[in-house]
């Protein structure tokens, strides 16, 4: 269970003493504003974070330092939390009594709290982590079903959910004063400090205290619900071994939603077991797709259902799926049973994984709760049947888009 502080407005730590493990994880989440501008140049940041700082201008020096600490490590990552993203900054290290040395959790948190305010910013730097952004980005478009998960939210704009991710071209018109300016704004916003291990409380507490984040955070919205008004099926094509589906709904359900848990297992049923709807109809009875499987996208109230298949089946596939919607109505228990047991070994298993620990705790801080695992076994076990179907019943039906593999052509 973790241990939580409040050390300035919207500025929270979230302390679990553990020996689960031997690293010390301390994890900061910073949350944004959601626009193509801010995630391009988040992205540019997080290259930037992952590489140097003003106390280590080389990745030879940085890496000397980090071997100093025991190969700790860290990394940074972004996520997408309905009108808002978060920009999450990872650091481990070994904890200091399995190496006989006092000041390595110190040192550890010391280095952490360094690499996150002294990244190195130039126009040197600026150019590099701008081309590896908008590399990475056209590596992601390689991938058929990234590339088509992308098009197709890009439907939505201007709602968040159409954003993309993993940037755009005009990453490449950022500029040294925008980032710089980034930066300054990145530890005004919403942030969470998580601490998985055996670092002492007090300590962490006092280095935060101490450090240029200890100040008042502005607020941020994050749930927000899809437009169900319904778009035509867009057809792009891509040279790809495969075609690719997708077909989303509207769930008109967000997470702090009572209903959230029973929209979960329902998706579950439908189509994310070997024994769901979808898979046992559209794969196993009658051969058409390669891989089919449904998601609930929490914070954006969307579900998408996303399935490989060849070109000349795209009709019949879409309409096996609608019948499969139309099916749910009369769920067995034996499935319903099935999709529960899922979701909860997927929430105990959290315990073994730091960063899931962390991601839960985190979403439920968002509507201002404090993850309770027991109390969601509770709720989960505790859904019947009509809950599920009735909260499955709230989905509309409103994107359907093929990315169609050339040489099927």
Not at 90 to 116: C, H, M, P, R, Y
Not at 197 to 225: A, C, F, P, R
Not at 260 to 289: D, M, N, Q, W
């Amino acid at each position: 269970m973790f241990q939580t502080q409040e050390i300035a407005q919207n500025f929270h730590f979230y302390h679990k003493l553990s020996t689960q493990f031997k690293d010390n994880t301390l994890v900061f989440r910073f949350l944004l504003p959601m626009s193509q501008e801010s995630i391009n140049t988040a992205l540019v940041w997080s290259q930037l974070c992952d590489d140097r700082t003003t106390f280590a201008p080389t990745k030879q020096q940085m890496l000397r330092v980090m071997d100093e600490l025991y190969d700790a490590s860290y990394g940074s990552y972004l996520t997408t939390y309905g009108q808002s993203f978060a920009l999450t900054v990872v650091f481990k290290g070994i904890e200091g009594s399995f190496v006989n040395n006092e000041t390595q959790n110190d040192a550890f948190v010391t280095w952490a709290l360094n690499v996150l305010t002294h990244v190195l910013m130039t126009e040197e730097t600026l150019k590099e982590a701008k081309l590896n952004v908008f590399q990475n980005m056209k590596r992601e478009q390689e991938n058929s079903v990234k590339h088509a998960l992308a098009l197709s939210a890009e439907r939505f704009l201007p709602q968040s959910y159409g954003l993309k991710v993993e940037g755009d071209e005009s990453v490449m018109n950022l500029t040294l004063d925008e980032l710089i300016k980034f930066q300054s704004l990145l530890f005004q916003q919403p942030t969470a400090c998580f601490q998985v291990g055996q670092l002492d409380q007090e300590m962490v507490m006092n280095h935060l205290k101490k450090s240029i984040l200890n100040q008042d955070k502005s607020s941020l919205l994050t749930y927000t619900l899809l437009n169900p008004l319904p778009l035509d099926r867009q057809s792009v094509f891509k040279v790809s071994s495969q075609s690719v589906l997708i077909k989303t709904y509207a769930t008109n359900i967000d997470y702090a939603d009572e209903r959230y848990l029973a929209l979960r297992v329902g998706a579950i049923a439908l189509g994310s077991l070997p024994t769901s709807l979808l898979f046992t109809t559209v794969r196993e009875k009658h051969s058409l797709c390669y891989f089919i499987t449904a998601s609930v996208i929490a914070f954006d109230g969307v579900l998408n259902i996303i399935t490989g298949i060849d070109k000349e089946n795209v009709d019949q596939v879409s309409l096996l799926i609608d019948e499969q919607w139309k099916a749910f109505k009369e769920v067995s228990d034996e499935l319903i049973s099935q999709a529960k047991l899922m979701m909860l070994n997927s929430l105990r298993s959290s315990d073994d994984d730091v960063m899931s620990t962390v991601n839960l705790m985190y979403a439920s801080s968002l509507k201002n709760e404090v993850f309770d695992l027991s109390r969601v076994e509770s709720l989960i076990l505790n859904l019947s049947k009509e809950d599920i179907i009735n909260a499955m019943n709230q989905c509309v039906a409103c994107n359907e888009f093929v990315l169609l593999g050339e040489n099927h052509v």
